[in-house]
């Protein structure tokens, strides 16, 4: 470090230049903040560094700085149908449907062959529990690009439609594409488990759990399957618990704790099923009914 003492002037101003550099360009967001003050002088180059930028911002969940940068954008280049569809994605996570759905087709009015806004529409009917149009959007989307996202999207729509088999395929097609997403393999477990498949099933959630060793929901169904489908209390038990430690005020905790209990009893069982609710197809909660074991 002391020989940095000799150095001559102009590589000393050399170095403090770049640590000025390394400094403004830390991050994303300081980088593309740069861009935009030296760029004011040239208009036609102004928008992509807003977008850039406002995309930085949505990384870090910076939304309402976002949103303006991409509105920024959009005075510059009206036609760029990569800023429709991001400032969508924002407003969906806010709950701003309707709105979003606006942008989304504005994508595709510019670009109709969009597989990202194809794909985020398709979120949107999800959310709103039209499961065809969702269907029909994400099929659309996985013609148009064979991604990862868009193939356990239209598995998910076929799950809530109860279409096990169709699932099973489309899952599968996105773990193909990305091994390492551990609710595409819990998802396809639940799947293989509606139709009676138990040990593909087990299988499945084993392999979320490589993935994620503190996921929720596969040591919730790891826990739920030994006891329903293996009558195995003692697994069943390791993982319910396992499920309650890591995350004790889940929404479905109470059922779990509930589950545990009645288990640990002698001479009754638990028969369980999933609610949906519907209007949105969504998961919601287990049914539970406590049977006394006759003789």
Known sequence: MMRLFFLS?????????????????SNDVTLWNDCIEKNKAKARYKARP??????????ENNFDNAIKFYREAMKFDPKSPLTYNNLGVILETQGSLTQAELLYRQALTIWPYYPDALNNLGNIFMKRGVLDQAIDYFTLAVKLKQDPDYCYNLGSAYQR???WDKAIIWIQEALKLKDDLEYAHNNLGVSYWRKGLYEQA????????EIKPDFFDAHANLGLLYYSGYKDNTQALFHLTRALTIAPAHPQAGMIKGV???IQRKGQRVAFSYQRDKKSGQRSAFSLTIEKDTV
């Open 9 to 25: 002037l102009v590589i000393l101003s050399y170095v403090v230049g770049t640590a000025s550099r390394n400094r403004v360009w």
């Open 161 to 163: 439609k109860e279409q």
């Open 260 to 262: 545990v209990e009645e």
């Open 202 to 209: 087990l299988a499945e959630f084993r392999r979320a759990l």
């Open 50 to 59: 807003y977008r850039i930028y406002a995309d930085s911002l949505k990384r």
